[in-house]
């Protein structure tokens, strides 16, 4: 499948931190959840990629051209939606429009303001006056607005309430629904991401642990429940990480057909994304 | 570019009409014809609080994270810096013009003759240490912050007031014979040669960051 952004080994050194040879293929009409816990570096691969940070090494590639050479062009393509940092909330959804005309060739008015009608956004109201959710609208309208091919999106779900939530993933959804389009989508809200995500990039501690398709990761990975004399048996290649309980343990193992193999008498069942990342981080290993 | 601009002057609409209230209070008071509050005391003060207005635009930058947020549009760290020091100049410009303006309204409100070209040097004096000023201030900004850089430019400002009280009457004699319609011509050109090496620096120190 064609890549709309790819990652290259993206290196970027900090006193007390590294991120460390990143490597993120983003294919045509998919969403990529990109999951971590709070400082593995989600938000550091997202500035590296844009360019917000020096990166110290690596490669980034838009629609097969190199970031670094064409980046203002490049982002006329791109849309980031960052927590914190945003226009001056004092101004309003017609004026920030007036602004952004002048600056992406493809912007549209009557989009954005269908958009700003669809999403029940007052288009000459300050910024201030919006709730988390519509400030997290204003930003997509805009994104869509100036038909971006690729939406990034760092935590654009956290601090918003369940419906709100939902709806939003809607949005992303119909987004992509233009196959030229993607999503890299930054949470720790993993059952968003179950919902919507096509593939999971899963960053520790500033590298990359996995990165596959949702399915194969939850169809790959297995929850074993069992005693402790049964997890001994257990291969320990096979265990990425464990739990002890006072009678039992509960451990997740990779290749979850192949342990279901050897030993039927264990019940292996479907991780979620949470259960993959916890253990991934913080289970026992052996 | 131009986008940036009008990003700023949405920004400062609120600041800029209190500027005005300022302006025309101060306008109204040379009407007064207090001493030592003439027509040029006037002028100077005026270009000097439009000085000031770039200043208040990274405040307002600081506020939202603009810097951050601006590297997610598709605009160079060229363009950004390029941005300001173009607000700079056209703010220096809009107190010019005023200044011009209200010189004239006091000649004639005097009724006494109007000197057009006393006027636009002694206006682009001023403007030239406007200029100066935000030469000195701009790198300072990027390098150290708003907030801390707003400390540098009183200590900047008031140094050389310093620097001329402390300086004796002959040599304040010996600057009184210097012919200071030459400078007044010079001195502003030379002001823009110093905003075009500080406008380097700045986008030096600006490029390196990290948002």
């Known amino acids: 499948m064609e890549a709309l952004l790819e990652v290259k080994q993206l290196t970027k050194n900090y006193q007390n931190?590294?991120?460390?040879?990143?490597?993120?293929?983003?294919?045509?009409?998919?969403?990529?959840?990109?999951?971590?816990?709070?400082?593995?570096?989600?938000?550091?691969?997202i500035k590296a990629i844009i360019g917000a940070i020096h990166k110290d090494a690596g490669e980034v590639y838009l629609l097969g051209k190199p970031f670094d050479r064409g980046k203002k062009d490049l982002m006329q393509e791109v849309a980031v939606v960052m927590e914190g940092s945003f226009f001056n909330d004092e101004l309003t959804p017609n004026q920030i429009a007036h602004i952004l005309r002048g600056l992406y060739r493809k912007w549209k008015d009557e989009t954005f303001h269908r958009y700003l009608q669809k999403f029940k956004l007052p288009p000459s109201k300050k910024v201030?006056?919006?709730?988390?959710?519509?400030?997290?609208?204003?930003?997509?309208?805009?994104?869509?607005?100036?038909?971006?091919?690729?939406?990034?999106?760092?935590?654009?779900?956290?601090?918003?309430?369940?419906i709100v939530r939902s709806e939003i993933l809607e949005i992303f959804?119909?987004?992509?629904?233009?196959?030229?389009?993607?999503?890299?989508?930054?949470?720790?809200?993993?059952?968003?991401?179950?919902k919507i995500a096509d593939y999971i990039a899963f960053i520790h501690n500033g590298k990359i642990l996995l990165n596959e398709t949702k399915d194969d990761l939850l169809y790959n990975y297995g929850l074993v429940k069992c005693s402790f004399d049964?997890?001994?048996?257990?291969?320990?290649?096979?265990?990425?990480?464990?739990k002890k309980g006072s009678f039992s343990i509960e451990a997740l193992v990779r290749d979850k057909k192949v342990v279901q193999r050897n030993h039927p008498d264990l019940l292996v069942e479907n991780p979620t994304i949470e259960d993959i990342m916890l253990y991934f981080v913080r289970g026992d290993h052996s | 570019m131009i986008s940036l601009l009008k990003k700023d002057f949405y920004n400062l609409r609120s600041y800029l009409k209190t500027i005005l209230i300022l302006v025309v209070f101060f306008t109204l008071l040379g009407f007064l014809k207090i001493e030592m509050y003439d027509s040029s005391f006037l002028s100077g003060m005026l270009i000097i609080i439009f000085t000031m207005i770039p200043i208040a635009s990274f405040t307002y930058d600081l506020q939202s994270k603009w810097d951050a947020f601006c590297q997610t549009l598709p605009v160079t760290r060229k363009e950004i810096v390029l941005g300001k020091y173009i607000l700079s100049l056209l703010t220096i410009g809009i107190g010019f013009v005023l200044s011009f303006i209200m010189n004239i309204v006091y000649s004639l409100w005097m009724k006494e003759p109007v000197d057009i070209s006393m006027i636009i040097s002694s206006n682009g004096m001023v403007s030239a240490v406007g200029i100066i000023i935000q030469s000195?201030?701009?790198?300072?900004i990027y390098k150290f912050g708003v907030e801390k850089g707003r400390i540098i430019l009183i200590i900047v400002c008031l140094a050389p007031t310093f620097l001329f009280m402390s300086l004796g009457e002959g040599v304040m004699g010996k600057l009184a014979q210097w012919d200071w319609q030459v400078i007044s011509y010079a001195f502003p050109v030379f002001a823009l040669g110093i905003m075009v090496l500080s406008y380097t620096i700045s986008y030096k120190i600006y490029n390196a960051k990290d948002f």
């Not at chain 1, 931190?17 to 691969?45: C, M, Y």
């Not at chain 1, 119909?174 to 991401?193: P, V």
């Not at chain 1, 049964?230 to 464990?242: A, C, N, P, R």
Request: a negative charge; charged letters at 25%; glycine letters at 8%.
């Open chain 1, 128 to 162: 201030k006056e919006f709730s988390k959710g519509m400030r997290m609208k204003l930003s997509i309208a805009i994104a869509l607005s100036h038909d971006a091919k690729l939406l990034i999106l760092d935590e654009p779900t956290s601090g918003l309430d369940p």
């Open chain 2, 136 to 140: 000195i201030i701009l790198p300072l």
């Open chain 1, 17 to 45: 931190f590294t991120l460390d040879r990143v490597d993120l293929t983003i294919p045509k009409g998919s969403i990529v959840g990109f999951i971590g816990e709070n400082g593995a570096g989600k938000t550091t691969t």
């Open chain 1, 173 to 194: 959804q119909d987004f992509i629904i233009d196959e030229n389009r993607s999503i890299l989508l930054s949470s720790h809200i993993t059952t968003d991401l179950e």
């Open chain 1, 230 to 242: 049964q997890f001994k048996k257990l291969d320990e290649s096979k265990v990425i990480g464990y």
